[in-house]
């Protein structure tokens, strides 16, 4: 997923910056909520992490002020607040989850993962593109629901990025579930990738430049 982290303690937040990158997402940090709204207008999120007492606009104004803009993104706060009716203003604005501080990182991710797994559910057919699905079930590439001839490791890849959809797959999961962990270099994942892309008729597979690759989900779903 990319995620949106409006933290000002310019510490904690590269903390939680980089805990949640090494676990295969993307984060984008800033330090006002003046700048938050101005990125949610011009940039794509899969979810927004707010503190809450911050510089320029608060996480919870900032929050009103999207949805009133017909804007609809799940939103975790992390705030060191505590009163009752801060936390309930939180809920009512239609917040997913709410983290006090202090808190341990791995416990931000299992939020994080719990959303995930509410976004998708138990199927085993999920859908990449506006043409293409995977049938984990069959281990089949669709497009348009007509299966697509594709070689085992081609499958393979397809299958480890249809299981981590709107999340970096970076080459360490490349070479442990496709390659068996064989110590085979970069450049060669890269070449193996460029070939499934090449035979695809439409390109959903995103380049991570130096890190891996990943599917974003799409907006229908």
Not at 125 to 137: E, I, N, T
Not at 194 to 207: Q, T
Request: aromatic share 8%; charged share 30%.
């Amino acid at each position: 997923m990319k995620m949106l982290l409006l933290e000002d303690d310019t510490m904690l937040g590269e903390a939680i910056t980089k805990y949640i990158e090494s676990t295969g997402h993307v984060v984008k940090l800033v330090k006002n909520g003046n700048d938050a709204l101005a990125l949610i207008g011009v940039e794509k999120f899969d979810l927004l992490i707010f503190d809450i007492t911050v510089p320029g606009m608060d996480g919870l104004t900032l929050l009103e002020t999207i949805h009133n803009n017909k804007i609809r993104i799940p939103t975790i706060f992390i705030s060191a607040l505590i009163d009752i009716e801060d936390i309930s203003r939180a809920f009512d604005l239609g917040c997913f989850d709410y983290l006090k501080k202090p808190f341990h990182l791995k416990e931000l991710t299992l939020r994080i993962d719990k959303l995930l797994q509410i976004r998708q559910g138990p199927q085993a057919h999920k859908r990449l593109s506006k043409s293409y699905s995977f049938d984990s079930d069959t281990l089949t590439l669709l497009f348009n629901n007509e299966p697509q001839i594709l070689h085992k490791r081609q499958l393979q890849i397809i299958e480890l990025l249809s299981q981590n959809r709107s999340r970096v797959v970076n080459y360490d999961m490349f070479r442990e579930y496709v390659w068996n962990d064989d110590e085979i270099d970069n450049a060669t994942i890269r070449a193996e990738v460029n070939r499934v892309k090449k035979s695809l008729r439409e390109d959903f597979i995103i380049n991570i430049r130096s890190i891996g690759y990943m599917i974003e989900r799409p907006t229908s779903l």
